[in-house]
């Protein structure tokens, strides 16, 4: 049966792993190959890889980067970057990429996810939806080129159009959140999750197994997504990759989920 994931996302900046607050003042925290295998021994149970510059200084997806962390990788990778057409996304899959994720091109021209979904399968396309609360009100915005450019356009609303054109899976991010690590949004994850089934990650906040747990136990089948609370370790923010062991995430998730029968 289907179960929550949990799952590192990693940004590359320069060829380099880094990390940001809100999407501001990327830290350089090592080499994104070497985070792979790291994350291979630990058994994770998939990778988002979202090459942060690609986009904003309008280059396509980084084909040799992508085929080298491809070939690292032992569980699903997801990888996101300057893709803005069905070819890019064949040749990514081709490469062994399980998933295609983009974002500002979906933003500005929607029909591709329904292309993308009928050329490689819906399971293959994912939306990134970087999303920021409105500076007065409770409302919030998509906004894209690394929190740069506002849409002005509402995540639940545009979930539900991802959803008739057949996105596979929403990946719903908050900037204000980002790098903070002191939980996630609910609000903003109840929004989305109220008006749309298809299946979603959820990325900005989490700072502890705590947080991934409280996400888990109010929204069941979901992807809980982690950057800074996996590649960080204590007050000084200290390099040190991590993952929840298997045990540990079991008893997470049967914890958070009780009517989840263990593997």
Known sequence: MLRPRVIPCLLVSDKGLV????????????????????????????????DIDATVNGVGPDLKMIERLAAECRMPLCYGGGVKTVEQARVIVGLGVEKVAISSAALDNPQLVAEIAKELGSQSVVVVLDVKKKMFGAKYEIWTHNGKVNTHKGPAEFAKKLEALGVGEIVLNSIDNDGVMKGYDMGLVQGVRSVTTVPMSIVGGAGSLADIGALIKKFGIIGAVAGSFFVFKGVYKAVLISYPSPVEKEKLILSSCPHISSN
């Not at 925290?29 to 630990?42: H, L, Q, S, T, W």
């Open 19 to 50: 990390k940001t607050v809100k999407f501001a003042n990327p830290k350089y925290v090592g080499d994104p190959i070497n985070a792979v295998r790291i994350f291979n021994e630990k058994e994770v149970d998939e990778l988002i890889v979202l």
